[in-house]
């Protein structure tokens, strides 16, 4: 058979073929006079073997084991380990559907989604600051730590914000510290309303999530984070980081 013959009867490109040749998976036939390689039975067979195997999921360095006569790992070890990967996967697919139809059934989805249902639970509750331009800015670092958060962190934020944002006038007063942001959109970091800001802040901020240390203003992400606010408004939060790890001490 000829290259293109052999492609035919597997179902296979001459491409393909030309590939496992390369990789050692195909073994070349002799090559007749005119230069043609000569293809037998026995390379349909294990090319079909091939296609097989790859179909199944495995990647040709596990099909290259498999194929091996004198190394490698049996065949029912390999599908094996396939089988609980696609278990895992499809696992994972699962749960991703799941925080699908989670934000699908909401009534709402919020401009930073997608989020998680918590965190867009969160956001619900602070509805009323939706017009503020210090609440979208919130919510858009919310969104940013939970993306950036590991699971058992990302677990910690949302219990922690929750908890900050569960008494009864929470959100109120969360309402206020936003109001009080944006009316220093233009004004300088020593205006006298810095103070008052800092403070209604202050209280506000999850008490496990800051740390008895002082804040390093000069981390890169917080670099960022002030550099994005009116000098006013990145002064106020300043102070109120200060004052909440006082706080914590």
Do not use: C, W
């Not at 035919?8 to 491409?15: I, K, M, P, S, Y």
């Not at 194929?67 to 029912?76: I, M, T």
């Not at 202050?202 to 009116?230: C, K, N, Q, T, V």
Request: charged share 30%; no cysteine; hydrophobic share 45%.
């Amino acid at each position: 058979m000829r290259i293109g013959e052999l492609a035919a009867a597997v179902g296979v490109t001459t491409r393909t073929v030309r590939h496992y040749h390369h990789l050692g998976l195909l073994p070349e036939p002799e090559r007749l006079a005119n230069g043609y390689r000569d293809y037998t039975l026995r390379h349909a067979v294990v090319l079909a073997r091939i296609r097989r195997l790859t179909e199944l999921g495995l990647g040709l360095a596990e099909v290259r084991d498999v194929l091996a006569n004198d190394a490698g790992r049996e065949l029912a070890e390999v599908l094996e380990e396939l089988d609980a990967d696609l278990a895992r996967q499809e696992a994972a697919i699962q749960e991703r559907r799941a925080r699908l139809r989670a934000l699908l059934e909401a009534a709402e989805l919020p401009a930073e989604g997608p989020v998680s249902p918590e965190l867009a639970e969160l956001f619900a509750g602070l509805a009323p600051a939706s017009g503020s331009p210090m609440a979208a800015k919130d919510r858009e670092i919310f969104a940013l730590l939970e993306t950036a958060a590991s699971p058992e962190e990302r677990e910690r934020l949302l219990a922690a914000v929750g908890g900050a944002l569960s008494g009864p006038d929470a959100a109120a007063r969360a309402h206020e510290a936003y109001a009080l942001l944006d009316a220093l959109a233009d004004a300088g970091p020593d205006d006298p309303r810095v103070g008052e800001a800092a403070r209604a802040l202050s209280g506000l901020m999850p008490r496990e999530l800051i740390p008895a240390e002082p804040f390093d203003d000069d981390h890169g992400f917080l670099r960022a984070f002030y550099a994005d606010l009116a000098p006013a408004q990145a002064e106020a939060i300043r102070q109120a980081l200060r004052l909440a790890s006082q706080g914590r001490r």
